[in-house]
């Protein structure tokens, strides 16, 4: 027989963070992770795990006509549960990864009451920030660039917008979600400029779209650390979370036709865009 205290335990919360690289998610999980309820952390593997695990049980596999859609959601829903199993303590945990916003009808199924909030942030400031941290090392090679030592600041932006590539797919999969059918109620855009000028703001924002009571965060004291990864894709800092929260004011290392050419792709910035009334902080 169960015990008392296991039948009384509420059921854990999924959310999702997503959006743009370099826009502020890895920030907001270390913000997150500052009340003892929530459980955040940068990029897992979790998004990767459940795309396999869906092309297997479809037409690629040929015994894939034995596996019902209802035993499809209960394996990927099981994934999400079982991932998490260690978090124990944890009544509200945050996966990251770009890959959300692509799947936003699979979230739906799988967890209809999750939300997901989808950091974003001006293009050319994304890839300004991507820059830096190629120039940063000079005498290494980033994974990001599959290993590709003949590389210019243009390539480097070709390949990152390319669709396929770290911040197109990104971009496309946050517009995706953003116009899409399960925008109303479920997905929240934050912006990296509102989260680092006012942290409180946002976060309280952020709480409101949740359904969380508020619990008083620390923005000068933020802990965050990811060096094994980050050295092992090559690109050391990709994850570094300053310990205050303020902005930092500085001018772009990107030539301006390349700057100018993205200034403007913030397609969140015109009322006229949002039309399914998503909330943007």
């Known amino acids: 027989m169960p015990a008392a205290s296991d039948i009384a335990k509420p059921a854990r919360k999924f959310h999702f963070i997503s959006g743009l690289p370099r826009s502020g ?7 997150l992770n500052q009340n003892p309820r929530f459980r955040a952390g940068m990029t897992s593997p979790l998004a990767d795990i459940m795309g396999v695990v869906i092309a297997e049980a479809s037409s690629k596999n040929d015994f894939s006509f034995d596996v019902s859609d209802a035993q499809r959601a209960a394996m990927l829903r099981g994934l999400v549960e079982n991932f998490y199993e260690g978090q124990a303590d944890a009544a509200v945990v945050f996966d990251t990864s770009r890959l959300w916003c692509s799947r936003m009808p699979m979230l739906d199924t799988l967890f209809p009451e999750a939300k997901v909030i989808a950091c974003v942030r001006q293009l050319s400031w994304v890839l300004d920030s991507m820059e830096r941290l190629v120039r940063k090392q000079p005498v290494g090679v980033s994974k990001v660039f599959r290993f590709d030592t003949n590389t210019t600041v243009y390539s480097r932006v070709e390949a990152l917008t390319d669709p396929r590539g770290m911040v197109g797919f990104a971009f496309q999969a946050t517009k995706d979600a953003f116009y899409g059918q399960y925008a109303p109620g479920h997905l929240l855009l934050l912006t990296y400029e509102s989260l680092v000028r006012n942290p409180a703001a946002a976060m309280r924002a952020v ?20 060096d094994e990864f980050d050295a092992r894709v090559g690109m050391p800092g990709l ?17 301006r036709e390349i700057f100018g050419r993205f200034v403007n ?12 009334q998503v909330p943007i902080v």
């Open 265 to 276: 792709e913030s397609f969140w910035m015109d009322p006229k865009n949002n039309v399914s």
């Open 25 to 31: 998610s890895t920030l907001l999980a270390a913000i």
């Open 239 to 255: 994850h570094a979370v300053r310990p205050k929260v303020e902005p930092v004011e500085r001018t772009s290392i990107l030539p």
């Open 207 to 226: 709480y409101q779209f949740l359904g969380e009571p508020w619990f008083e965060h620390d923005f000068d004291h933020i802990a965050y650390a990811a």
